[in-house]
C-alpha cells in the first residue's frame, strides 16, 4: 500500500511526548487561512512510498518510541496510514499522535476514517482559525480539542492543552523544515523568510 508523502521527520521532540518520528502527507481539502504549511495542500503526486519502507525509515533512531501524522490531511490517506502504523506496531509498541482539520464527529461514520481513528492513542480535531490561536499547546488554535482516544497519553505530564509551544527548524541541504507547532512569532519569522526566499 502506498503513501503520497509530503515530508518526514525521523526524530523530534516538537510534536508530542517522547522521541516521536512525524510523517506529513500530502493534500488537504480545506485551505485554513494562516496554515503553516501551504505547500501540503495542493492535491498532487509528491513522494510515493509503500508503507512498509516507511516503517523501516521511521524506525531506524532505536529510541523513537511514537509516531505522529500530520500534513496535509492524514484522513484523506487514511487506509495507508492505518497500515503503516500497524506494520510499525508489529516490531515497536509505539504511540500514535495524529492531527485532523476534521471533527471526530464527521469522522466517526466513515469506515476508512474509524480504521486509522482505532489505532490513534491522541487525535487534535478540527480547522485551524488564525484569530483563534492563543499560542499555547500542541494545536494551532483553541477551537482545535484534544481527544484521549486511548488514554494512554494521558498521565504522561505532556500538556497539550496549553503546555509551552516548541518547534524545530532543520536544514537539509538548501531547503529547511518547520517541525513542531510554532510560537506565533515564530511562524511569522518563518512566513516572512518563505516570502523572501520565493
Ligand atoms: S487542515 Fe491543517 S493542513 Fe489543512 S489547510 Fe487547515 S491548517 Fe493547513
Redesign the pocket.
Known sequence: MMLNVAETCGATRALGPGLRAVVWVQG?????R?????D??PDRPARHVDVADLADELLTDPDVEGFTF????PMEQAPALAALIRTARERRALSLIC???YKLEELSAEPEAKALLSEVDVLIDG??VETKNDDRGLR?SSNQRIHHLSGRLQDTGFHFDDGPRRAEIRLRGDEALMVGVPPRAVAAEWHALGEECA
Open positions: 488537504c481539502p480545506f485551505h485554513c494562516g496554515c503553516i504549511a501551504p501540503w495542500i500530520s500534513g496535509g490531511e492531527f485532523t482539520g480547522r485551524y494551532g
